[in-house]
């Protein structure tokens, strides 16, 4: 059984997201979450988020190298890329610029733990900009299976984004923190 407190945290999370297909991916975590602890890698079904894979991706935690390495990317994702993204870390994949902020965000998300949403400029690459939405969830860590963070970015080319009115510059961020309210495996 989950806390309230915790539930609460996850209520005030989720109904701050606008995008159907992150709440879907954000609900499924939800339910894998056993009696209010953080849910492992080998707690995902991807058969519950079938179409939300495209825009999935997941880092591990290396806490010895202090750094995410990338464990799966959907191939919306994959493909803003030419680096590759499983095996690689976070630095290597980040731009150096962008780095900085992308440990910063995975790593509280880790270690608080807490579940991050983001709003407005989700990527910009050196052909296009987009625009959307992004979750982060924590994993715990199981086993072999070491702790990490779960997310998905939905978005669309700035060219194609009716809406204008987010953020073009950052990303607006929503935080709600699960410290205490989640016990290790």
């Excluded at 995902?44 to 935690?61: G, M, T």
């Excluded at 910063?104 to 900009?129: D, N």
Aim: aromatic share 10%; charged share 25%.
């Amino acid at each position: 059984m989950v806390s309230a407190e915790f539930e609460r945290a996850y209520t005030a999370f989720e109904s701050t997201i606008s995008s159907t297909s992150l709440k879907e991916v954000a609900q499924h975590w939800r339910e894998i979450c056993d009696k209010g602890q953080l849910p492992t890698w080998n707690d995902i079904r991807p058969a519950a988020i079938k179409s939300q894979l495209p825009i999935v991706w997941c880092y591990d935690y290396d806490a010895v190298a202090d750094d995410f390495i990338g464990r799966l990317a959907g191939e919306k994702i994959t493909r803003l890329s030419n680096k590759p993204f499983k095996g690689a870390s976070l630095s290597e994949i980040r731009p150096s610029d962008k780095y900085p902020r992308s440990f910063i965000r995975a790593k509280r998300v880790v270690c608080e733990p807490a579940l991050y949403r983001g709003q407005g400029l989700v990527y910009k690459t050196t052909e296009s900009v987009g625009l959307g939405e992004r979750i982060v969830l924590p994993l715990g860590h199981e086993g072999t299976c070491p702790a990490g963070i779960f997310g998905a970015t939905d978005f669309q080319n700035m060219s194609d984004w009716k809406d204008i009115s987010l953020n073009v510059h950052g990303e607006d961020e929503h935080w709600f923190s699960l410290a205490g309210l989640t016990p290790a495996k």
